[in-house]
């Protein structure tokens, strides 16, 4: 096996012509053998084979530097890098990551996740080589998909700039997670299919050869200017124009070509692009077929591209995606809004049935914020469904833009709390805090589904800025008994005792009815309470807990700084000194990737971790004084 010999970064330049064609094939062969048992990202990486090898042959590694944009397509170049045997672990608790990470091999130069930010990141890197008078090679490759993120924008801006060597690929397979949107697009649409270039002459041509006695003269200047020549025979004049130099479009699978375009780039003293056609999910039929379902996937049968885990409940997507369709029936005034997102977020059914009341942006969340505002203003109601960590993107727009005008813009936050193998970058811990700290912004975490469903309905009634955060995968079904109308700022009493009170939100009211059984198992009286807003939260409540009890614990699948548990600890304090406190919350840390049982154990925030705090911390003393003060009475 050829990919065998492949243990570091300069071995694939040892490889002969025919060796390469084969090497690319069983990289193929090895990313669907081992994704399939895994999961991870697969059709975004099959699509970037070639292109990585041509990388890898083009330049020295790691000394030459490659930016990965989002990184979810970086497989290759792990694998090229000498990272193979690490394959088993993709994505697991404690094993590789599936994006890159500095701290896990030198050759990879910058960590991603989020999209858009390949070409910010390398040029900074190739600022950083300039100042420090260092040579070596800076490039960013990223997706067509991410190119409709504006930071993009901003860097290409900047980039334009440079006066020395800076590379971006484009890497172009015409979709994004689904099919990608907007003029971007379009354009480079024209320029792969040669429509662009090729029509726009013609076009040109016949419209100035139609006018009497000068046309014919007037195409003959125009071609003889330098300039007009290139407007009308190069493609990208776009960047071109910008000051970019634009190379391509390149055949993406064909690595003679990719070699030699990449060399043309490095040899210009100031930045260039090369555009680079690539087949999402290339060498296999189903991810061909299907590359939207193949983008990121569970495990799957390779013999028929089949998912392995049957879903069996309904997730809090779905029934998000449900209710909206339901609430959107009967309110013409509702919208929806995407950041390239339809699937993951559940708006597709909305797409279908509302197609002229459906907005995805590209993956541009400021703007898909910012433009929810000015529909808000204008006098609809918008429904941003989007990942709670992509939304940390949109922050000033949910500021500046929707919270300072009160505008009535619902933030349906998908994957709140702990996602699992995506890591780091995706985990959703932080905007229960970065939400609550937005005047006028109104934060609510349902316990169960059928809490979903009752808090959407709210929260398109309540006329001004309202996020409902829920977690990745099924919804919670249990408590179904306890569904009392939402009230705006109120919580939810369920069980009510006395002694110990655990006063959750969210995902984290489930893992308070299991640490109550097992303290009313040790003979503890317990009371759970829902906490439902976590903005403003229900002062009553507390009010009404510290009477009975000793110790109030909150709990919430978010960091500590900045959350529901410190907000709920300050106003105890303030008012109820006596009271003892205990947050259950995640610590000031980055979440890593993982099985999320498994981090959430970890973390301390499952039910036996709870319990094992409660009694070190409280309960083994608690239980002590009681014992002394029996002993000393008789
Ligand atoms: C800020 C942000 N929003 C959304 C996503 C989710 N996301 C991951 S990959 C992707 C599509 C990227 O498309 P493209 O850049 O064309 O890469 P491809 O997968 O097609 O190779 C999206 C929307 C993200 N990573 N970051």
Redo the contacts with the bound molecule.
């Keep these: 096996m050829i990919l065998e010999l492949i243990n570091g970064p300069e071995d694939i330049k040892r490889l002969t012509k025919q060796e390469l064609d084969i090497l690319g094939q069983e990289i193929r062969d090895f990313l669907v053998e081992k994704i399939s048992v895994t999961g991870g990202h697969l059709a ?1 990486n099959l ?1 970037v084979v070639e292109l990585t090898m041509a990388i890898y042959l083009t330049f020295d590694l790691p000394k030459d530097k490659v930016i990965w ?2 990184g ?2 970086s497989y290759t170049h792990k694998i090229l890098s000498g990272r193979r045997e690490e394959f088993d672990d993709l994505r697991q608790y404690g094993g590789m990551s599936g994006f890159p990470k500095r701290k896990e091999s030198p050759c990879d130069s910058f960590d991603t ?3 858009s930010t390949s070409v910010s990141a390398g040029l900074g890197l190739a600022q950083a080589r300039d100042v420090l008078g260092e040579n070596h090679s800076v490039v960013s490759v ?5 190119l409709t ?1 504006g930071m993009a924008y901003e860097a290409l801006n900047n980039a334009a700039r440079m006066k020395k060597n800076f590379i971006i690929i484009l ?1 172009d ?1 015409n ?3 689904s099919e ?1 949107v907007g003029g971007m697009s379009t354009y480079l649409n024209s320029i792969r299919t040669g429509e662009g270039y090729l029509g726009l002459k013609k076009h040109v041509t016949s419209i100035l050869s139609r006018i009497p006695a000068v046309g014919d003269q007037l195409i003959e200047k125009i071609s003889r200017t330098k300039n007009g020549i290139k407007q009308l025979l190069i493609p990208g004049m776009l960047f071109e124009n910008m000051g970019i130099t634009y190379l391509g479009p390149v055949d993406g699978h064909n690595i003679k070509a990719l070699s030699r375009a990449l060399n043309d780039a490095r040899k210009l003293d100031h930045t260039v692009l090369v555009h680079v056609i690539t087949q ?1 999910g290339r060498g296999y039929a189903p991810a061909e077929n299907n590359p939207s379902k193949f ?1 990121g996937v569970e495990p799957f049968d390779i013999l028929t591209g089949e998912f392995k885990k049957e879903k069996k409940n309904p997730s809090y997507t779905d029934v998000f995606s449900k209710t909206i369709c339901r609430l959107a029936k009967e309110d013409k005034t509702i919208v929806a809004v995407t ?3 339809p699937d993951g977020t559940g708006l597709k059914r909305f797409a279908r049935a509302f197609p002229s009341r459906f907005f995805d942006v590209g ?1 541009a ?1 400021e703007h898909g914020v910012t433009s929810a505002a000015g529909m808000a203003a204008g006098g609809l109601k918008p429904v941003v469904a989007v990942y709670s960590s ?1 939304l940390q ?1 949109g922050y000033d727009q949910i500021l500046h833009d929707v919270c300072i005008q009160n505008l009535p813009v619902v933030f349906a936050v998908d994957r709140a709390g702990l996602v699992g193998s995506d890591g780091e970058t995706h985990q959703g811990i932080f905007d229960l805090s970065f939400l609550s700290a937005i005047p006028n912004m109104s934060v609510f975490a349902p316990k169960n589904l059928w809490e979903l469903i009752d808090g959407l309905e709210f929260a398109l009634s309540y006329g001004g800025p309202f996020a409902l955060r829920y977690p990745r995968g099924e919804a919670y079904k249990g408590l179904k008994e306890f569904r009392a109308p939402i009230e705006f700022g109120k919580g939810e009493m369920l069980y009510e005792e006395s002694d110990i009170a655990l006063l959750a939100v969210g995902s984290m009211v489930s893992t308070g009815e299991h640490v109550r059984e097992k303290l009313k198992a040790e003979g503890w009286s317990c009371t759970l309470a829902n906490g439902r807003f976590v903005k403003p939260f229900d002062k009553g409540m507390v009010d009404r807990l510290v009477k009975k009890h000793w110790l109030i614990v909150t709990m919430e699948e978010n960091v500590l700084q900045g959350g529901y548990g410190l907000a709920v600890t300050g106003y105890i304090h303030e008012h109820y000194p006596h009271v003892k406190v205990m947050n259950i919350a995640l610590p000031d840390s980055y979440v890593e990737h993982g099985n999320v049982s498994l981090l959430r154990k970890g973390l301390g925030i499952d039910s036996d971790s709870v319990m094992w705090r409660l009694k070190k911390e409280y309960l083994d003393t608690e239980r002590q004084n009681a014992e002394w003060k029996e002993m000393q009475k008789r």
């Design positions: 975004s699509g944009d989002v979810h397509q996740g989020h999209s990223i997706g067509d998909g991410a993120g890497n397979n979709m994004s997670i990608n999402k983008h950041a390239a997102m993956i969340e992509f993107r």
